[in-house]
């Protein structure tokens, strides 16, 4: 639509201008014409007055005569075509003139139209010669901001330009932090892996000095570790892949919270951990049982590793029409503050965090909540203790 109303504005200014060329040309051609008229009748007056001296009343009446009837001057005899006389013997100088005004008036059109043509010429070359420059801008990593030149023809593409610009660089600066984030990742996995796998490799070298049961069990714990650590990582590969799928349907929170606290009994009795999940009411939300499940699990494992000796993990839930809220919270010293921006993060192992760990559970939960149109966070109570707020949104 812009490019249309600019060949608009240049047709539009091309014509004006050729309409001002040709009324100036007019308008001198009209004005010889009537010089090169008061001029002719000067002379033949003056001659008839050098030859007649006494004819000057009659000329003087004859030109206010003509004043008055120059409508009808065409009914009159024609006097000079019966002398002999023809309008080319009157006319030949002023048709030259004529000519030479209306050659000068078109040239003069000609001449304006070629300066509109070379400045949008000109303009253009100077828009296409900023976007390649920009282009070379881009391509060597230097490109600034393309501010706006104004609508033209180039708008367009010049709109276009800019956004697959931004694109690339969005896209370039996701790889980079991807490539980033992988090599982080294999350092952590190559760290947890190396260190059962030492466990292990002493255990083993103990048994073959002195055989002891508790060798073994070291052994079987190390190797659970290992497990543990190939399925969570498997999980989240997956999940970082978008090839996970949840199977949801309506569940009731009442009875996720009692599912995932029953496959935890053991060892909530080993370490003298109880759990109270009140019943508020039938609360559905659409989740993934199984993997909704195993989250909120690793929230209650964290809470009981952090709620004291004899400790009592707390859940609770709300509904609104946004949302469902579920809190699990315990009754220890709560969370360090510096530790809360990165308790989600793969790996990452807070101060207090205990031995065995692999830093991948809460990180793994976040990844299943937020899969599921969730959100989580952690918090410290007010009263004292650690707080898992998860909330699934309706919509």
């Known amino acids: 639509m812009s490019g249309r109303k600019n ?3 240049t047709l539009g200014l091309v014509l004006s201008v050729s309409m001002i060329a040709s009324a100036l040309t007019a308008l001198l051609v009209s004005h010889i014409y009537s010089r090169l008229q008061f001029d002719s009748l000067n002379f033949v007056c003056g001659e008839i007055l050098e030859q007649g001296p006494e004819a000057g009343q009659m000329i003087s009446a004859a030109l206010k005569a003509y004043e008055g009837e120059n409508t009808n001057v065409g009914s009159r005899k024609d006097v000079l075509s019966a002398l002999g006389y023809h309008v080319s013997d009157f006319t030949s100088l002023s048709l030259r003139q004529s000519s ?7 040239l003069t059109g000609v001449l304006l139209f070629i300066l509109t043509f070379f400045y ?9 010669r900023a976007l390649a420059e920009y282009l070379e801008q881009v391509n060597t990593g230097k490109a600034v901001i393309l501010s706006p030149s104004g609508e033209d023809d180039f708008s367009k593409l010049e709109d276009e330009i800019y956004k697959t610009v931004t694109f690339l660089y969005q896209t370039k600066d996701t790889a980079v932090q991807a490539k980033n984030d992988f090599a982080e990742n294999l350092s952590n996995i190559a760290h947890q892996i190396k260190t059962p796998i030492t466990a292990i490799s002493l255990s083993v070298q103990m048994m073959k000095r002195d055989f002891d049961g508790n060798h073994l069990e070291q052994i079987q714990k190390q190797l659970l570790r290992l497990t543990h650590l190939e399925e969570a990582l498997l999980v989240l590969s997956r999940l970082d892949a978008g090839a996970f799928v949840f199977q949801k349907k309506e569940v009731d929170v009442f009875t996720l919270l009692v599912l995932a606290a029953d496959n935890l009994q053991e060892l909530f009795v080993r370490s003298g951990a109880s759990v109270d999940i009140p019943e508020l009411g039938e609360m559905a939300i659409r989740v993934d049982l199984d993997w909704t499940m195993e989250a909120v699990m690793n929230l209650m494992k964290n809470c009981m590793e952090h709620g004291g000796e004899n400790g009592t993990i707390h859940c609770s839930y709300a ?5 469902t ?3 699990i919270w315990d009754e220890g010293a709560g969370f360090c503050k510096e530790d809360i921006p990165h308790l989600f993060e793969r790996f990452y192992r807070g101060k207090d965090a205990g031995e065995g760990g692999i830093g991948i559970g809460l990180a793994l939960s976040k990844e299943i909540i937020e899969g599921q149109n969730g959100t989580i966070r952690a ?13 699934f949104y309706s919509h």
């Open 319 to 323: 509904q609104n029409p946004l949302y």
């Open 100 to 106: 030479l005004f209306a050659a000068a008036g078109g």
């Open 379 to 391: 918090k410290n109570m007010q009263e004292g203790g650690a707080c898992f707020e998860i909330r």
């Open 7 to 9: 060949r608009l504005v």
């Open 120 to 128: 949008k010429n000109k303009k253009e070359t100077r828009r296409i």
């Open 325 to 327: 809220e579920i809190l």
